[in-house]
């Protein structure tokens, strides 16, 4: 029992010092959330800008009140291509692919502070209605989104907390 104990004291210390920090330590006043809150999403365009647009606003919803130090400007590359093909030459399988260029502008200066991808793609089956396959796409899209912004938020509190 005492060695046990004595053990994870020392493995307590040892962690202590590795240099591992919460992403999200000091709440809401933290550096990486002071940040995210400073964030102002730029316009998208199209569909899948809607989508991306909405899910990085709920994400950095935080900031409602808070004046923008940073704009995040977004390009998206959003393709549909066939992967399966049966016998009569029509597609049973796609793939949805939504990637995203972004930048975080420093507002004070017009600096690029931060300039990364984000992407992720989704498989989708073409079945016999035209209609269900028109609403599998639609619901990958909205999940792809929901992963892109999630990445570009991630990127952003690793920037945020690197200390600028």
């Given at each position: 029992m005492i060695r046990a104990a004595a053990l994870l004291?020392?493995?307590?210390?040892a962690l202590s010092g590795c240099g591992l920090r919460p992403l999200?330590?000091?709440g809401?006043?933290?550096p990486?959330?002071?940040t995210l809150a400073?964030?102002?999403v730029g316009p998208i365009e199209g569909e899948s800008g809607w989508f991306v647009s909405n899910a990085l606003r709920d994400r950095l919803r935080a900031g409602d009140d808070a004046a923008p130090r940073y704009r995040l400007d977004v390009r998206l590359d959003d393709q549909i291509a066939g992967l399966g093909v049966r016998r009569d030459d029509s597609v049973s399988r796609e793939r949805r692919t939504l990637?995203?260029?972004y930048q975080l502008v420093d507002l004070s200066n017009g600096q690029v502070v931060l300039d990364a991808t984000a992407g992720s793609d989704a498989g989708i089956d073409v079945v016999g209605s035209e209609y269900a396959t028109i609403a599998a796409e639609r619901s990958a899209l909205e999940r792809l989104s929901q992963i892109v912004a999630d990445q570009i938020v991630a990127r952003v509190a690793r920037y945020a907390q690197?200390?600028?």
């Open positions: 004291a020392v493995s307590a210390v999200y330590g000091g809401v006043a933290g990486v959330q002071s400073a964030v102002q990637r995203a260029r690197s200390g600028k």
